[in-house]
């Protein structure tokens, strides 16, 4: 069976870019959170969806959004990039309830110059 | 929110010694996991264990959830066990909490 896969590895950006991150949930999982990941702040919950619904929010400003399809892929978007968003971003899939271990991949790590 | 807790934050071991990291949280947790970030930022599934023992290998684990905690037992450790081991758990709802996490450095 595949594991969680996130696109692209790596990014470079500079301040008030916009970028898009992939991840493709382990086949058969129906929710896919997103975390970040930086030095200051450790690892914090960005968002989880679940059947193509945000089902919940972390503490994080509007620019950072994301969605689900109907194959239960997700995207991640970051707008008016700032160079506090520099961090690696894992992405995490489990079937669904909180009883339930996530399962996470390599991640992106984003750079902002 | 859940509060999670790591101690210690750092540990340094020559190989072949063992070591107990510990994980305390503040509420009841559905779901706890221990995980270890190599080098390379990849975060590696070591146990799901909201409560009881488990054991892979050199590795094992015990969460007492009834006492809010959880530990790690790494035995005869090798330099490959180097990176930072963190514990993570979720309430009723779906999202992980993490912990600061416990740097680990095993020296030949």
């Known amino acids: 069976k595949a594991g969680v896969t996130q696109t692209p590895r790596y990014l470079i950006k500079t301040r008030g870019q916009q970028v898009t991150l992939s991840c493709s949930p382990i086949s058969g999982h129906r929710s896919v959170s997103w975390y970040q990941q930086t030095p200051g702040q450790g690892l914090q919950f960005l968002f989880e969806?679940?059947?193509?619904?945000?089902?919940n929010k972390g503490n994080f400003p509007g620019r950072f959004s994301g969605r689900q399809f109907s194959n239960s892929r997700s995207e991640m978007n970051v707008s008016t990039l700032e160079l506090g968003d520099s961090a690696l971003y894992l992405c995490?899939?489990?079937?669904?309830?909180?009883?339930?271990?996530?399962?996470f991949g390599d991640g992106t790590r984003l750079s902002i110059l | 929110g859940i509060q999670v807790e790591q101690s210690p934050p750092d540990l340094i071991l020559q190989e072949g010694a063992n070591s107990t990291l510990r994980c305390n949280f503040s509420d009841s947790v559905n779901n706890l996991q221990w995980f270890h970030q190599n080098p390379w930022g990849q975060l590696i599934n070591l146990f799901y264990i909201p409560s009881g023992t488990k054991q892979n290998g050199r590795l094992s684990a015990t969460t007492v959830a009834t006492e809010r905690y959880s530990l790690l037992y790494i035995s005869s450790s090798q330099t490959t066990d180097s990176g930072v081991y963190f514990c993570a758990l979720t309430g009723t709802a779906s999202k992980l909490t993490f912990g600061t996490g416990t740097r680990l450095q095993v020296t030949l």
């Open positions: 969806y679940f059947s193509e619904t945000q089902r």
């Open positions: 995490a899939s489990s079937p669904g309830n909180s009883h339930q271990p996530q399962h």
